[in-house]
């Protein structure tokens, strides 16, 4: 393991390595390559680890929103493709860290869709259409907990459609994955 590197502090001075190899665990446990200032790098990549989930968690200035709107609108493809091949329980946590991070638009967001909803159910409906529906919602989080695969509750008629758009009620719903549901509307839902 790393041979080709010096075993000492002073031998990787001497030869101007960037990095050494003791063999030795570090305080910690790690038994990794030394930087030539002794920081074990094992301990290095946890730290960064640690200060780039933070970074996650912390409001994002309007400079940074806009490059990364920027990003998004000249990558597009790249983006999706990427957002729809992430593990499911990636996908989880990519979620909570988000909602985490960005509490008024978790709101403006399920504002938007209950008035959505609102809007697509009759004033027909009967109570029992209704727990028809709440019972979709919960069958969605069931299936997402019980499989670890994240589930959505689709509007098989999309309430917007182009052409036509659907009611908010029983028979028009279906539990489809996350990852279906995205890929139908063809553009990823990240916020929902
Ligand atoms: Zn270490």
Redesign the pocket.
Known sequence: MYTEYPTTRKEAKELKSPYYFTGL??????I?LRKLKGT?????K?EWQETNAKRALLPKSEASKKAGKKYYEANKEVVKLRALSRKPEDIIKYRKTWKAANPDLVIANSKHRRTKHKQATPKWLTQEHKTAIKQFYLDAMLVSKVTGVPYAVDHIVPLRGELVSGLHVPWNLAVITREENSKKSNKINLQS
Request: hydrophobic share 25%; charged share 15%; aromatic share 0%.
């Open positions: 665990p570090c305080k910690h446990g790690h990794a074990c790098m094992e301990c290095q946890i």
